[in-house]
């Protein structure tokens, strides 16, 4: 079964340094998402991607983070300056339209600021 | 924005018992999926189930859409099952994203 793949599984960085999360949705889905998970909190959305543009964001997604689609199968998001609270498991997701079919998600990639 | 509740937020059970965990919405959805959080963090769909009754081994969801709540239902519980179960949804109106619920944590003991 296809699946939404997520690197690096863990990523470790310093504060103020830029981080860019990795994603390969599942080929023929054309919603793509980003989700934020602080530990032991619940699952909050960060921003939906469709047509190589955002189509919705949170307030968590101030100026910060960006989102692009560099190629055909690549979905990244980047931090450009990390902060202590940003911290977190990511995790990007994809579905095949926007309302009436399930999400997959990856399995996260877990986001270490020190 | 629609708000999703779960209930309860905490279980313990032995291994080989039933339960029941639920999810009430506050306005009507059109896509509800449960999602099994494991150990490790990776968040497993188990159901895609906007209405209605499904099915899937030990498991089982039925969503009744009219009175905005869904219930999961794991029967015969193993060790495995162990983990937080969320319940997430999606409003028209908000179209392009999932709200999750703040999860159950299941806890199965041996």
């Known amino acids: 079964e296809p699946e939404v793949t997520q690197t690096p599984s863990h990523q470790v960085t310093q504060m103020g340094q830029e981080v860019i999360l990795r994603c390969v949705p599942i080929s023929n889905h054309l919603y793509f998402y980003w989700y934020r998970q602080i530990l032991g909190q619940k699952v909050e959305f960060l921003v939906s991607?469709?047509?190589?543009?955002?189509?919705?964001k949170s307030e968590i997604f101030d100026d910060q983070f960006s989102v692009e689609r560099p190629d055909g199968s690549n979905f990244t998001l980047k931090i450009r300056s990390t902060k202590l609270e940003d911290s977190a498991m990511y995790f990007c997701a994809s579905s095949e339209v926007s309302n009436n079919s399930p999400l997959h998600f990856g399995n996260g990639t877990r986001l270490t600021v020190t | 924005g629609i708000q999703v509740e779960q209930s309860p937020p905490d279980l313990i059970l032995q291994e080989g018992a039933n339960s029941t965990l639920r999810c009430n919405f506050s306005?009507?959805?059109?896509?509800l999926q449960w999602f099994h959080q494991n150990p490790w963090g990776q968040l497993i769909n188990l159901f895609y189930i906007p209405s209605g009754t499904k099915q899937n081994g030990r498991l089982s969801a039925t969503t009744v859409a009219t009175e905005r709540y869904s219930l999961l239902y794991i029967s015969s519980s193993q060790t495995t099952d162990s983990g937080v179960y969320f319940c997430a949804v999606v409003r028209y109106s908000s179209a392009s994203k999932i709200i999750f619920g703040s999860g159950t944590r299941l806890s199965i003991r041996p």
């Open positions: 991607f469709y047509n190589n543009e955002i189509s919705e």
């Open positions: 306005d009507s959805v059109n896509n």
